[in-house]
Antibody, heavy 124, light 108 residues
Framework: VQLEESGGGLVEPGGSLRLSCAAS????????MNWVRQAPGRGLEWVAC???????????DHADSMRGRFTISRDNAENSLFLQINRLRADDTAVYYC???????????????WGQGTTVTVSS | SYELTQPPSLSVSPGQTARITCSGD??????TYWYQQKPGQAPVEVIY???ERPSGIPERFSGSSSGTTVTLTIRGVQAEDEADYYC???????????FGGGTKLTVL
């Protein structure tokens, strides 16, 4: 069971980025998936979740700083998860983790498998 | 907004018991999960559904729940247990995820 993120890098404020996560070793289409981020020296912050078939998406958009700028999607045929981030801000600088969620379908989301993360740096 | 509260830090000597708490007013209605994160590494789930231990996690790790507080207990702490520990739960609908602020466990 493995998750491998890619797509991070240095981006100027206001720019966009699309992160990818390649899944292997399990039936990807059976699981909801999440993105979680961690700013330097800070704690874990949930970003978004997508149901197993992609029918439902949820975002941490109660946080003003994140509202409306993130889009989570998936391609079950390619065993891939994506996160599109627009209008990037300096406080989006973080390691972004892709995680598997076996509990979402039972209304108890959690993360039993994590990737190693991809680093996004927003700076001019 | 809903918050989970953890102590920022905890120090214990090797062989002692570490108890890390997590408080939140919705915890009686939703399961809590615990993650261990060592420096430079991705988090690892060490407790799920309040008290269950995933395969491969040492028996010295256990979880308990009482009202609005859940506790991660590490008995016979070892040097390798030095890490940041995060609790995680969700809102009443089970769709929004919330993490506690994390507790840095130092093994003296």
């Amino acid at each position: 069971v493995q998750l491998e993120e890619s797509g991070g890098g240095l981006v100027e404020p206001g720019g966009s980025l699309r992160l990818s996560c390649a899944a292997s070793g399990f039936i990807f289409s059976n699981y909801a998936m999440n993105w979680v981020r961690q700013a330097p020296g800070r704690g874990l912050e949930w970003v978004a979740c997508i149901s197993s078939r992609g029918s439902y998406t949820y975002y941490a958009d109660h946080a003003d700083s994140m509202r409306g700028r993130f889009t989570i999607s998936r391609d079950n045929a390619e065993n891939s998860l994506f996160l599109q981030i627009n209008r990037l801000r300096a406080d989006d600088t973080a390691v972004y983790y892709c995680t598997r969620d076996p509990g979402f379908q039972f209304n108890s989301p959690h993360m039993d498998v994590w990737g190693q993360g991809t680093t996004v740096t927003v700076s001019s | 907004s809903y918050e989970l509260t953890q102590p920022p830090s905890l120090s214990v000597s090797p062989g002692q018991t570490a108890r890390i708490t997590c408080s939140g007013d919705k915890l009686p209605k939703q399961y809590t999960y615990w993650y261990q994160q060592k420096p430079g590494q991705a988090p690892v789930e060490v407790i799920y559904k309040d008290t269950e231990r995933p395969s491969g996690i040492p028996e010295r790790f256990s979880g308990s729940s009482s009202g609005t507080t859940v506790t991660l207990t590490i008995r016979g702490v070892q040097a390798e247990d030095e890490a940041d520990y995060y609790c995680q739960s969700s809102d009443n609908s089970g769709t929004y995820v919330i993490f506690g602020g994390g507790t840095k466990l130092t093994v003296l």
